[in-house]
Nanobody, 116 residues
Framework: QVQLVESGGGLVQAGGSLRLSCVGS????????MGWFRQAPGKERKFVAI????????YYADSVKGRFTISRDNAKNTVYLQMNSLKPEDTAVYYC?????????WGQGTQVTVSS
């Protein structure tokens, strides 16, 4: 079983940057596919980005492509989401997800608020 803890959220002005981190423990983090999702108030949780276990393959939602970068450091059991050129519509709670051995594990989320 994998436990995940996100950090790095906060309040930033439009056009600014933030880097989110998600630290995993337990299970087989280094062999897990990792993803970032977000949920705005009153809306469904949506996919943001995903990275395979080696870090060699990534995929992004169209809404963040070219602005966000997902990466991982398996030696530190950490996955990152670098967010640049932030927009007010990026405001949401951001969650990381680990997929390991056919099971999904979620962190508790970190709030990102982008002011206009």
């Amino acid at each position: 079983q994998v436990q995940l803890v996100e950090s790095g959220g906060g309040l930033v002005q439009a056009g600014g940057s933030l880097r989110l981190s998600c630290v995993g423990s337990g299970g087989t983090f280094s062999q897990s596919t990792m993803g970032w999702f977000r949920q705005a108030p009153g809306k469904e949780r949506k996919f943001v980005a995903i990275i395979n276990w080696t870090g060699g393959a990534t995929y992004y939602a169209d809404s963040v492509k070219g602005r966000f970068t997902i990466s991982r450091d398996n030696a530190k059991n950490t996955v990152y989401l670098q967010m640049n050129s932030l927009k007010p519509e990026d405001t949401a709670v951001y969650y990381c997800k680990a997929t390991s051995m056919g099971s999904d594990y979620w962190g508790q989320g970190t709030q990102v608020t982008v002011s206009s």
